[in-house]
């Protein structure tokens, strides 16, 4: 039960874009089409999680003067090691990519979890921790992604939604459209997870 | 403060800094050198790929002298094209293509090999009803300051809604290949 917590809180109630508004800027720039925020958000899911178990297991031998330093040669060392392999065993996947697999080494989110949770617990926590973020990152620029990708161009993985006939939203695939539905999400889920809290403090009174 | 004076010392720091560096370092390298060998030979694979995907019935690949990157899709002895790079500035950065030119100077195909353009928008530059519009155009048909329009005009390319930098740029690479390829043709023969 505690360890299904670990990793759902990543989920809804502290989702990494939609609530702790943490990596911002990739959740606009990549997600203009579901395609690319699927692959974003399974390279989020691989680095966050093992970077988490690794903070885990050296967070003894890390001097906390230097701890920063160490996480990101940590996260840079595991990204690289992503991009070494999808060279030798997927050369049109990491074409695909582009620049944002080396971009992964800054997002915020992925240092935010070291701190704040990695270098903190256990190796298995630290792994449904990392586990449940990333879902709940790759959740939203899913969630992101098709919104924008199927009012914006009419398409949803590249299939057509609504046919000739539909005039797409052009500003969802721009930036401004980005912006506006993140600041819509975020309502929604800050609404999801008010009335879980009343729920809870009803069900607390009453027991 | 929660740990001891003995662990704050600039050389304990230093040496603990350092240790994580070598550590990646060496895991790095190692990877490195198990993958690179395969990584080149992809790469090979990948443009003979790329070549045959732009002419697909020639049967060989001949790199012409003198200039570089530049191929003759071969064909029973003939020449059925010339597959030429060429670059342009984009809406995010340089545009590199590959243009295939048949022997008398109209386009056979492009690919675009590398590009930043905004996914969704002018990344639509490498698909194929984009890509059509220029199929058997030649260099008079692709000046980029003329065959651009907005509307759907016939004979013209209609560029990709709210993107015309990046249909201008790859109006423009595809019209200077096809002009190199006419300058070459009159130089070599």
Same mark, same amino acid.
């Given at each position: 039960?505690?360890?299904?917590?670990?990793?759902?809180?990543?989920?809804?109630?502290?989702?990494?874009?939609?609530?702790?508004?943490?990596?911002?800027?990739?959740?606009?720039?990549?997600?203009?089409? =579901?395609?690319? &925020?699927?692959?974003?958000? +399974?390279?989020?899911?691989?680095? @966050?999680? /093992?970077?988490? *178990? $690794? #903070?885990?297991?050296?967070?003894?031998?890390?001097?906390?003067?230097?701890?920063?330093?160490?996480?990101?040669?940590?996260?840079?060392?595991?990204?690289?090691?992503?991009?070494? =392999?999808?060279? &030798?065993?997927?050369?049109? +996947?990491?074409?695909?990519?582009? @620049?944002? /697999?080396?971009? *992964? $080494? #800054?997002?915020?989110?992925?240092?935010?979890?070291?701190?704040?949770?990695?270098?903190?617990?256990?190796?298995?926590?630290?792994?449904?921790?990392?586990?449940?973020?990333?879902?709940?990152?790759?959740?939203?620029?899913?969630?992101?992604?098709?919104?924008?990708?199927?009012?914006?161009?009419?398409?949803?993985?590249?299939?057509?939604?609504?046919?000739?006939?539909?005039?797409?939203?052009?500003?969802?695939?721009?930036?401004?459209?980005?912006?506006?539905?993140?600041?819509?999400?975020?309502?929604?889920?800050?609404?999801?997870?008010?009335?879980?809290?009343?729920?809870?403090?009803?069900?607390?009174?009453?027991? | 403060?929660?740990?001891?004076?003995?662990?704050?010392?600039?050389?304990?720091?230093?040496?603990?800094?350092?240790?994580?560096?070598?550590?990646?370092?060496?895991?790095?390298?190692?990877?490195?050198?198990?993958?690179?060998?395969?990584?080149?030979?992809?790469?090979?694979?990948?443009?003979?790929?790329?070549?045959?995907?732009?002419?697909?019935?020639?049967?060989?690949?001949?790199?012409?002298?003198?200039?570089?990157?530049?191929?003759?899709?071969?064909?029973?002895?003939?020449?059925?094209?010339?597959?030429?790079?060429?670059?342009?500035?984009?809406?995010?950065?340089?545009?590199?293509?590959?243009?295939?030119?048949?022997?008398?100077?109209?386009?056979?195909?492009?690919?675009?090999?590398?590009?930043?353009?905004?996914?969704?928008?002018?990344?639509?530059?490498?698909?194929?009803?984009?890509?059509?519009?220029?199929?058997?155009?030649?260099?008079?048909?692709?000046?980029?300051?003329?065959?651009?329009?907005?509307?759907?005009?016939?004979?013209?390319?209609?560029?990709?809604?709210?993107?015309?930098?990046?249909?201008?740029?790859?109006?423009?690479?595809?019209?200077?290949?096809?002009?190199?390829?006419?300058?070459?043709?009159?130089?070599?023969?």
């Amino acid at each position: 039960m505690e360890n299904w917590k670990i990793f759902a809180k990543g989920l809804i109630l502290e989702n990494p874009i939609l609530v702790l508004a943490l990596s911002l800027c990739p959740a606009i720039a990549v997600t203009s089409s =579901v395609m690319t &925020a699927i692959t974003m958000g +399974l390279t989020v899911t691989y680095v @966050i999680t /093992l970077n988490n *178990v $690794v #903070v885990s297991l050296i967070k003894n031998f890390v001097n906390p003067k230097v701890r920063v330093p160490i996480y990101i040669t940590s996260i840079a060392t595991i990204v690289t090691i992503a991009v070494l =392999v999808l060279k &030798a065993y997927a050369p049109s +996947l990491y074409k695909e990519l582009g @620049i944002y /697999l080396e971009l *992964v $080494v #800054v997002f915020a989110i992925i240092l935010a979890r070291a701190e704040v949770f990695a270098s903190k617990n256990s190796v298995g926590r630290s792994f449904l921790d990392g586990f449940g973020m990333g879902c709940g990152f790759l959740g939203a620029m899913v969630i992101i992604g098709a919104i924008r990708e199927v009012l914006g161009n009419g398409t949803f993985l590249g299939f057509s939604v609504f046919g000739q006939a539909y005039d797409p939203a052009l500003i969802m695939i721009l930036p401004p459209g980005g912006f506006i539905l993140i600041g819509y999400l975020v309502a929604l889920f800050k609404m999801i997870n008010d009335s879980r809290e009343k729920r809870q403090r009803i069900r607390g009174e009453s027991a | 403060m929660e740990h001891s004076n003995k662990n704050d010392s600039i050389l304990k720091i230093a040496l603990n800094l350092l240790g994580a560096c070598i550590i990646s370092g060496i895991i790095i390298g190692s990877l490195y050198t198990a993958t690179n060998d395969i990584a080149v030979a992809k790469q090979e694979e990948l443009k003979t790929a790329s070549l045959q995907s732009m002419v697909a019935d020639a049967d060989e690949y001949k790199e012409i002298e003198g200039k570089e990157e530049w191929f003759a899709a071969m064909k029973d002895g003939q020449a059925i094209a010339y597959i030429v790079p060429a670059e342009s500035r984009g809406y995010a950065g340089a545009i590199e293509l590959l243009v295939a030119v048949t022997p008398d100077h109209k386009v056979m195909k492009y690919i675009i090999v590398e590009s930043k353009e905004t996914p969704g928008l002018g990344d639509k530059a490498k698909e194929e009803p984009f890509v059509n519009q220029f199929i058997g155009k030649g260099a008079d048909e692709l000046d980029p300051d003329e065959a651009v329009t907005k509307t759907n005009e016939k004979g013209k390319i209609q560029s990709i809604a709210g993107s015309t930098i990046t249909t201008r740029a790859v109006t423009k690479a595809v019209y200077e290949a096809v002009e190199a390829v006419a300058a070459f043709d009159k130089g070599g023969h």
